[in-house]
Every structure is written in C-alpha cells, then in structure tokens.
C-alpha cells in the first residue's frame, strides 16, 4: 500500500469517528479524558523507555541539548501531561453552546450553536507532550485529531497515541479520533496538507519556516500560529519605573516563547530618563541590545541595528532598540515589522492609550502590562492550542470554543417562501 | 509596469486605506455611504451608457438571454443599487463591539473587540450589483474592498468603481478603499490569489469551478461561499401536506440559488403516502425527477437517476430523489453527498428533529421549513455578502459581523509575570 493510500485510509476513519464523537455528551467526553489521563500514569514505564529511544538517537545525531530537553519525558512530566488531560476534562465543553438565537418575523425558531469542527490536523515540532494536549483539547471539543509531530518524536508520539487509543476502545469515543499521521516522511505532510474534504483545519505549531510552508502548499484552511515579533513602545507620559520593569519582564522572563519582547521602540523625549536606567537593567540581565544610532548614544555595549534586527524574533537575550519621534512614528513601525501578534505601550496618557489600542492591528494590544500575558492560561481561557496570529476564524489564543465552528438550526411548523 | 507590479502598488493602496478606514466612527463611514448613493443615482446615465457597451459585447459572443439579464443595469437597477448602499448605512456597525470582556484575577481588564479584517478581495461573476454591495459591505465594516468581477462586466464595473471613488475623495473615508484589481487577465486573478500579506481574505462568489480553482491556487485565507447541493428529507413521522409544500416552495420558488433543493430523500414509511401526491405537484411545475427504483415506482415521468445526480447542483427545475430505509440512512446520504449548505427534515417526531439536527453536519439545518431560509435578509442579518459552506471562521450567511476578526486590548497598571 502506498503512503497515500495509507493516509487516505486514516483520513477516513478520521472523518467517521468525528461524526460518532460530534453528538457526544460532555459526560462521555470527560470520562474518556480521564481514562486516558489514568492509562498514561498507568504507562509510565512503557512511555519512558519508548522516549528514550528517541533521546539516544537524537543524542547520537548531535541535537542541541535544549531541544533534548524538549524531547525528554520523565515520570513526573508523564504525571503532569496527565494531570493537564484532567484540567482539559475539567473545563466547559463549547459544543452546543447557543451563540444566537431569536424568533423571525415569520415564526421561524433560529438558533446558532456550536459544533465541532471535524478534523483537526496538527503539524508540530519535538516536543511530545503536545499529542497528548492537542488530542485532549480536540477531543474535549468533539473533533478527531490527526496528529503530525517531529519525526525525532516518532516513537514517542506512537506510544501516547497508542495508549490513549486502548484507553478510547474502553469508551463510546472512538479510538480513531486520536491518529497519528502514517508516516514519517515529508509526502505524509503533503498528503496531510493536501487532505481537502477529509480534514476540516490544519494547525501548524512551530518556527517561521513551518508556518510559511503550510500555508504554501495547504488546500486545507490553515490556522497560522505562533510567530511573534512583539514590542514595547515607551511612551513620552511612560512611568519610567514602570517601564523599565514591564521591559525586563517581556524580554527575559521567558526569551524562548511567541510573547516575549523582540523590540523596543523609545519616544524621544523619554530617552534620556528611561534608556540609561532600561539599557543598565538589560545588561545586568545579559541582554545583547541591537540599538539604532539614537539608542547607542547612550551606551557602548549596544551594537548596532541592521535592517534585519526590525523583523528578527530571536527568542533569545537580543533585542532591537530604537527612539521614535512620535506614537505614531511607532505604529508606523509596528505596522512595518510587527507580526500581528502581541504590541505593549507603556503611557500614562489617557489620549495615547486610546490612539494606540486604536490602531495597532494584532492579536493583543497591552496598555501597562507585559507581553507576557497573551495566553491562553492567563487570559483565563484554560489550556490552549497555540496563539493564532491571523485574522480569520481565531486571534490570540484559541481555547476550546476557538476549536469549534457553528451551524444554524431553523425550526417551524410548515414555513415557506 | 508589469501586470504584477500594478497589481503590488493597488495592494499597497488597499493596505494603507485599511489602516486609514479602521479608526473611523460609525457616522463618518455612514455619511460616506450616502454620498456614494448619491452619486451612483446621479450617475445613472453615464453607468448605463457604460453598461450598454458590455451588453452590445456580450450579445455579439452570442451569451445567453440569462446572462445577459443578469449583466444589464436600467435606471431602476442602479436605484436599487443605490438604496441598498442605504440600506448598509443603516445597519449597525460591527466594529468596536466587545465580544467578551472580564477582569482577570491579577487585575488586567480583558476587552476583545470587534474590528475590520483590513483588506478583502472579492472575486465574482456576471452581476456589475455585486461590485456595489461588496463595496459598501466591507467599507461599512471598516475594510477595503480590492474587486474582481468578471471581464464581461469591466466596462460597467469600472464606471461603477470610477464613480464611488469620486464620492469618496469628498469624505474622509480614502478613495483606495474601492479598487477593482488592475487588469482583467487572468494573471490578474493569480496576483490576487497570491497576495498574502497584501489581503488578509478572499471571498469566491460563484460556481464551484471558480471556488475550487480559488481553494486550489490561493496562499491567501478564503472564505468559500455559495454551493449549495441541498435536499428536503420527509421523515416517516411527516405531515404529508407539509411536506409537499416545503418541497415545492424549496425546489421551484427560485431554482437558480444556491439555497433551492436538488435532492428530496423519503422514508420508505411515508413514500406510498406522499410520493404520488409529490410527483404530481413536481411534474405540475415541471420538475423533472431523477429517481432511484424505488421513487420510479411511484410514476412514469420519473428519469433513472446516475450516481451523478446525487452529487448534482442542478440550479434548474430538476431534482434527485431516493427512498430510504431511516432517518440514518438519510444523514447518511447527506453526509456523503451534500455540500454543507442547508439540509431540511419535515418531521412531527420530536425524538427525528433532535436526531436530524444533531447529525447532519451543514450551515443549515432546517426542521418544517423551506431550504430557501438560508439568507441573510431572512435571517435578519440585513444585507450578506455571501453564504459560506466551510467551517472556519463563518459558516453560513455573512452578515457585517463575519466581515470582521478581534484582538485583545488589555489594560493595566504595570502588571507583569
């Protein structure tokens, strides 16, 4: 049999199990939850020796010892992944959710609700724990999951998969709504990508170069995620204090994920109160500044800022630096290099708050507070799939009810036109 | 200048007249829009004459009487061209809305609002209408519109565009919030296709070919409208008149949208009952039936019907039409063969219409009313701009709302992480 033709089969079996699970009850679907929760604590050993595999090999390929980090999993990091199914079973089920509803001039009964999408695809990198989460959330959300990880993770992600399938055969939930995409060759992404009318919605979560060439190739719709090439601007009313503080939180807190600080841009008539303080913050916490000729008159260790340093998300201690002219000299920027996902201001001004939020067009505009904030957990949305950073469908970060799409129900007793 | 490089600076445009457009209040888009009434009434002789070319073009490659109808504007047309703009003024502006707003426990207030997607592209056929109604549906909803209508219409849709730019240089709402895409080949189209960045959505009015060749070739988001393969399923528990009459209005009403019925399925309880009495009021309007063996039993002008036709988007005075054992095989004939636009069930079984509209995945699910319900004006949603069949982002008829995406404003007082 033909990879494709292997795929096509999962695809299918996909599609039926998300009819079976779409009318499930949110009982069903909690108790399926928690049997998989339990059945992976129950595989612990299984998971851990099938991980290491993974790790010995990437070991003996020379990755880079963050990303065998990612890779690894432990008895206690099963436990956690376990104990996040059982959050995820905990939370409110989206799926019959009246949106709107009202009676028509005519009598007809039309109400909007929630139902599943179907199939949701997911394309991601090395870290195992996310065919445990995305199958989770999919399934809270009455979708079957078809799941592409790293090819690095192979055997990893087979075990989970493998034990959350012999934990649904125990329930009404069919097993095929948890898959692994057959495959671990790059066509097994094609076929994944080129799956229209089997799968519903293909979400990408990884790096840049992923992201664009899912979006390439994909006939299926694609929910972009993750890019995040955010800002703080300080604004001419900043509370220096204060933004000395939400800068050093937005960039080094965490510097390896989507809402951390990749630039900061300055109004000039704040610079000389805020960047000797803020480039002596940064360089304590072992920041590299990439300034423009502005920034670096006020400190030697600040090298100078390319082009590039405008669009780069380094996801590390570097951030580019640059003094504005006006707010509107750094929206113009924002609008420039931003990628639509998380902009910050820092102001005491009431007017330069509104005209901000205004018109900076991302996921999340933040007054006075840390880019830090935009997700899903903190939003209080619960776990989350990624962070979309595209208009249609989702913005920001996509919980359960982001899973889902609606349909109409008219009901009447004999209405016609 | 290449068709290419035309086609980056109108795209250009377009983006910078969205970031104009965005912020304006409700009054000054509204006042726009009667100016652009105005001066479409008062160019009435002018779009005529205009028009009259296209026509005289399109008789001479011998087009259909149809088409024709469809591509001619009189005086009468242009001013229901007009009130329609009207129409969309008075509706209530979408952007600026709070979808869901709460205080996080840190003390963050939480807003996510309504606000425009920036630019949309719109490509679609024969009817010049259209470009108007899209005009002012995406400027009513704060987005430029980049229009692509079909060649045979360019002469009137460029005096159409021509005019409404001219209306708006006297507003504050910028002319390049109106554009037709520069060219009318069909690379034109490519460029539009192609354009991610550049537009953020592209909305397909037409056939199927044009929608598939959009989903096939585009990197930028689409929204697929307007397939419609539709069918009226008479339950065993059926009001046998009701059921005729539901029938006949969804079928014969208006056979050309994509709301009308293609396919009537039976309980084979109810066939002895209602068939006869449905073939007869059918053959009174026309209807030609294409049957399976058991609906062929019932009546002698009943043609064999192909595989094909199950799958068929007649658009004319036909329809498929098969007995089936249960409502399951019905949901089961839907789910194979329909298009996810409206499915109707005539039942007066309470537990049929719970099962009916929990399984049949489609915009539209209907119980005891015709399919032709499925609209905008119906649904009380005021003018659509289409009616989408896909899962992501809007599902249905598209009102201003689905013109529009969120983001997150969030607001503190120093909060970090």
Redesign the interface.
């Known amino acids: 049999m033909t990879d494709r033709e292997d795929f096509e089969r999962a695809g299918r079996r996909a599609k039926d199990a998300a ?1 079976e699970l ?2 499930l009850t949110r009982a069903v679907k909690d108790a399926a939850l928690h049997a998989v929760a339990d059945a992976l604590e129950a595989a612990t050993a299984e998971i851990v020796k099938a991980n290491a595999e993974d790790v010995t090999r990437a070991r003996a390929a020379g990755t880079a010892e963050a990303m065998i980090d990612r890779l690894s999993l432990t008895p206690e990091r099963i436990a956690a992944i376990a104990e996040a199914v059982r959050s995820v079973a905990a939370l409110p089920d989206p799926v019959g959710e009246t949106v709107r509803g ?1 009676v ?2 005519n009598g ?1 009964d ?1 109400r ?1 609700v929630r ?1 599943p ?2 199939v949701v695809g997911i394309i991601y990198e090395g870290r195992p724990n996310v065919t445990v989460d995305a199958a989770a959330l999919c399934l809270k959300s009455g979708n079957a999951a078809l799941l592409r990880g790293s090819s690095s993770a192979h055997t990893s992600n087979s075990v989970l998969v493998d034990v959350m399938r012999r934990a649904l055969a125990g329930t009404p939930v069919p097993a095929d709504a948890v898959q692994l995409v057959p495959g671990t060759s790059r066509e097994s992404v094609k076929h994944l990508m080129r799956a ?1 009318g089997l799968v ?2 293909l979400i990408p979560r990884g790096g840049a170069s992923l992201i664009n060439s899912v ?2 190739e994909s ?1 299926v ?3 972009e995620t993750g890019v995040g090439n955010c800002s703080v601007y300080v604004d001419a009313a900043a ?1 220096v204090a ?1 933004a000395v ?2 800068l ?3 960039k080094t ?1 965490r510097p390896s994920v989507c809402n951390a600080a990749e630039t900061l841009l300055v109004h000039a008539d704040v610079a000389d109160a805020f960047l000797p303080a803020a480039l002596a913050a940064l360089a304590e916490k072992g920041v590299t500044v990439h300034g423009d000729e502005r920034v670096r008159a006020y400190g030697d260790a600040v090298v100078p800022a390319t082009e590039d340093d405008w669009d780069t998300e380094y996801l590390s201690l570097d951030i580019a630096a640059r003094v504005v002219d006006s707010l509107d000299d750094a929206v113009a920027h924002i ?1 420039r290099h931003g990628s639509g996902h998380t902009e910050a201001i820092v102001t005491a001004s009431q007017p330069a ?1 509104r005209r901000f ?3 900076v ?10 880019t ?3 997700d899903g957990e ?3 949305f619960g776990a989350e799939i990624g962070i979309s950073t ?4 989702a ?2 970060p996509m919980g359960l009810p982001e899973l889902t ?13």
């Open positions: 009819a779409a009318p009202s028509l001039p007809l039309l909007q139902v999408l179907g229209r519903d919605v979006v390439e006939t719709p694609v929910i509370d204060m503080e939400i050093l939180n937005a807190q609008r708050a939020t205004a018109r067009d991302a996921a999340a505009v933040m007054v006075n507070a840390s830090r904030f935009t903190e939003f209080g595209q208009k249609l469908h913005r920001g799409s609606t349909k109409y129900v008219v009901t009447g007793d004999g209405q016609v036109r």
